[in-house]
């Protein structure tokens, strides 16, 4: 066991065996990813992708499996995932909104915009809805500052947003929603 394992159990006061029994079988398809990065160095934004792309989202029991199989301290993982605003460590809802927070944005009234998701949704950054339909981000610059202030719902951009825009947009995307089920 490399030093790194032995601290990072000496730390989560949890003998390893037991951490990796919690994690059997549950992230086989993540394991093949590891297998393929394992030994190799800077490698962990790009197994954190990946991880993000098979499983929606990066929970701790993950974040923990990654660290001890890259044998990298788990602060480590965590600066990585909270640095990177494209990393999620809670699941989405069935609509995302990712609410740009760069400058521009910032200058142009991004904050109204997460009042009104505040007061309206009961949604806060990071947070999810109870019936799990909204979820809510906020991301650094996302390169089209002139159309500030900017959110992205379910991946696409909309710029110059107003309270009356983003309402008509949530009605849609409900709507589209509900015609698809
Ligand atoms: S600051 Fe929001 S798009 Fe650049």
Known sequence: MGNVRRRFYFFMKK???QL???AKGKYDKLDTVLEKYKGRGGV?????QEAQEMYGHLPRELL????Y????????????????????TKTTGRIHLEVCSGTACYVKGM???????????????????DDEKYSLTTSNCMGVCSSAPVIKIGGELHGEMTLEKLQQLLKEHENDKQTQR
Do not use: M, Q, W
């Not at 199989?69 to 640095?83: A, H, Q, R, T």
């Open 111 to 129: 904050e109204d915009l997460l009042e009104y998701f505040r007061e309206n949704l009961s949604l806060r950054p990071g947070g999810i809805t």
């Open 64 to 67: 923990i499996h990654v660290a």
């Open 15 to 17: 003998p390893a065996a």
């Open 69 to 88: 199989e890259l044998d990298v301290p788990l602060s480590e993982v965590y600066s990585v995932v909270s640095f990177y605003s494209l990393f999620r």
């Open 44 to 48: 962990l934004v790009k197994v954190l």
């Open 20 to 22: 990796k029994e919690k």
